[in-house]
């Protein structure tokens, strides 16, 4: 059994905190910020070319010091999904704004792979997680083989089971309070998934690698709460979505200060998989569960120009059950106060991190 205090020295962070990786909200700013107050910075990949990804990691390199995590996604896209019914739901809002389909598909999501695997051995970065499963064998062999601590999320137990008998130095156990997609993998019934409070004691005791907390946990006393209940670190999002440092667009970021953000629901409208966000135009008008849309990532596609067009109604707002906790405060200034607060109510201000 790996205990925290040894962890948390392999993890290379001060604090056992992790950025959570959210795409189109972080990046480099809101990682670097993270980084200087303590935490592990993460980028998120699956809307990143290797380019780009190269860019954005030599540019985080260049501006904090301290682990760096790349995220994946692990799903399968296999042949594309007629999604004829879908659009034909969306026509309304079409003929609103004047406009159609794209013509030219935007780039998907897209699963880790060997241009991706290539680009790990060239950046060695500390740090490997995984969303949606793991990759095939071989790839994760060479994320491994580059140094790297392989993380992946897991939303059940079985789910953890699973992911450590495969092989990974951590568990990421995402509750059901969590923001953006769930990384449900092995098929389970989503409406069976457990909160936070629940699944952590539960996977602590189902395997002998260390646990990493995420989902609900936005100040110290989640964090706190978290490690009590046998996690090893924690990993938050929505928290730093009110840094200026996140990429998110003024009206996402005022209504996670209001009391819309206290009514996040899961929706498939927006990618086609399970993730929860604060309801927009349209999750209201068509509700957040509709069996036209395409499984993920393809629902995305029908709505990219409804997005150029009106991104407050037609993008996805992202935010976890605990978003509303959130404080507009620079990253480096929020890691901190998460850190100390948290320590101090586990009565470890002298001690440090060791429980």
């Not at 997680?129 to 992946?152: K, Q, Y």
């Not at 998989?273 to 629902?299: S, V």
């Not at 067009?309 to 890691?335: K, M, N, V, Y």
Request: glycine share 10%; net charge negative; proline share 9%.
């Amino acid at each position: 059994m790996v205990t925290r205090a040894s962890f948390l020295k392999r993890l290379g962070s001060a604090h056992p905190i992790l950025l959570a990786p959210m795409a189109g909200a972080g990046g480099v700013g809101l990682a670097a910020g993270a980084m200087a107050g303590g935490a592990v910075g993460t980028l998120p990949c699956a809307m990143l070319s290797p380019g780009a990804l190269r860019s954005q990691y030599s540019e985080l390199r260049a501006r904090a010091a301290g682990p760096i995590n790349l995220n994946f996604f692990c799903h399968r896209l296999g042949a594309e999904p007629d999604d004829s019914a879908w659009r034909a739901l969306l026509e309304p809002f079409y003929a609103e704004f004047h406009v159609g389909p794209p013509t030219t598909p935007p780039p998907l999501r897209a699963p880790f792979d060997a241009p991706m695997a290539d680009l790990v051995e060239e950046l060695r970065p500390e740090i490997v997680s995984f969303h949606f499963g793991l990759p095939d064998p071989p790839l994760m062999d060479r994320a491994r083989g580059a140094g790297a601590l392989i993380l992946a999320s897991a939303t059940s137990v079985a789910e953890a089971r699973w992911l450590a008998a495969h092989g990974v130095d951590a568990v990421i156990a995402q509750g059901w309070e969590a923001g953006g997609h769930a990384g449900r993998f092995l098929g389970e019934d989503p409406a069976a998934q457990m909160g936070l409070m629940a699944l952590v004691p539960q996977v602590a005791d189902a395997v002998d690698v260390p646990v990493i907390a995420a989902g609900g946990i936005a100040d110290g006393r989640g964090i706190a709460a978290a490690l009590l209940l046998g996690a090893s670190a924690v990993q938050i999002g929505s928290a730093y979505l009110h840094c200026p440092e996140s990429l998110i667009h003024e009206p996402h970021r005022d209504l996670l200060a209001s009391e819309a953000a206290e009514h996040s629901l899961f929706t498939n409208l927006f990618s086609g998989g399970l993730a929860r966000g604060i309801p927009n135009r349209l999750m209201k008008a068509l509700g957040p569960i509709r069996e036209e849309a395409p499984r993920f990532p393809y629902a995305s596609t029908a709505l990219a120009r409804l997005r150029t067009a009106d991104p407050e109604g037609f993008g996805p707002c992202w935010a976890g059950q605990a978003a509303r906790i959130g404080r507009p405060l620079p990253a480096r200034t929020l890691t901190e106060h998460l850190a100390a607060d948290a320590l101090a109510l586990l009565g470890r201000t002298d001690a440090g991190w060791q429980l």
